[in-house]
T-cell receptor, first 111, second 115 residues
């Protein structure tokens, strides 16, 4: 089946630093999504991308849909303590197919 | 609206016991699914349903049964629990559009421990 490689697995950063994480796939997707999971909660959508090359921002978060349709990137600028959590990428080939999730990037922010 | 509601939040079972994890959504979503989350493994799809009366297997369906008798409910059944089924389970739903936005909304999770 389809697999997503998400990296890095974990990150420890200082408050105020920028963060970058990415996802790559062996096959193409037509939708890329980025979710964040706070401890003890379910994942919550951060950004959705629907077009190759698309660059979308949500506050301090910026995500891009790679032009090859096999990768996506998420950047967080000026990190703050509440950015702590697990970030998941997810890809979908079509509206009828299930989402495929990466294994997550665990972010820790040191104040 | 409550969104996606999962019960129970926590459950401890003995090996061989059976139980049902409940999931209900009030958004009239056609698509519902169950994931399990294990350390280092991310979210893995167990079963999903594109509408009432229709279910299909995901990546890790063994040991789990589902049914979809109504649009609102999608219970996950463990007929004979095993320690390997110790995990956090998430139910998620979305509209079943054929294209465009297909964003999953997740419940808060059910933490299951099998002794």
């Amino acid at each position: 089946g389809q697999q997503l490689n998400q990296s890095p697995q974990s990150m420890f950063i200082q408050e105020g630093e920028d963060v970058s994480m990415n996802c790559t796939s062996s096959s193409i997707f037509n939708t890329w999504l980025w979710y964040k999971q706070d401890p003890g909660e379910g994942p919550v959508l951060l950004i959705a991308l629907y077009k190759a090359g698309e660059l979308t921002s949500n506050g301090r978060l910026t995500a891009q849909f790679g032009i090859t349709r096999k990768d996506s990137f998420l950047n967080i600028s000026a990190s703050i303590p509440s950015d702590v959590g697990i970030y998941f990428c997810a890809g979908q080939l079509s509206g009828n197919t299930p989402l495929v999730f990466g294994k997550g990037t665990r972010l820790s922010v040191i104040a | 609206n409550a969104g996606v509601t999962q019960t129970p939040k926590f459950q401890v079972l003995k090996t061989g016991q059976s139980m049902t994890l409940q999931c209900a959504q009030d958004m009239n979503h056609e698509y519902m699914s169950w994931y399990r989350q294990d350390p280092g493994m991310g979210l893995r799809l167990i079963h999903y349903s594109v509408g009432a009366g229709i279910t299909d297997q995901g990546e890790v369906p063994n040991g789990y049964n589902v049914s979809r008798s109504t649009t609102e409910d999608f219970p996950l059944r463990l007929l004979s629990a095993a320690p390997s089924q110790t995990s956090v389970y998430f139910c998620a739903s979305r509209e079943a559009r054929r294209s465009g936005a297909n964003v999953l909304t997740f419940g808060a999770g059910s933490r299951l421990t099998v002794l």
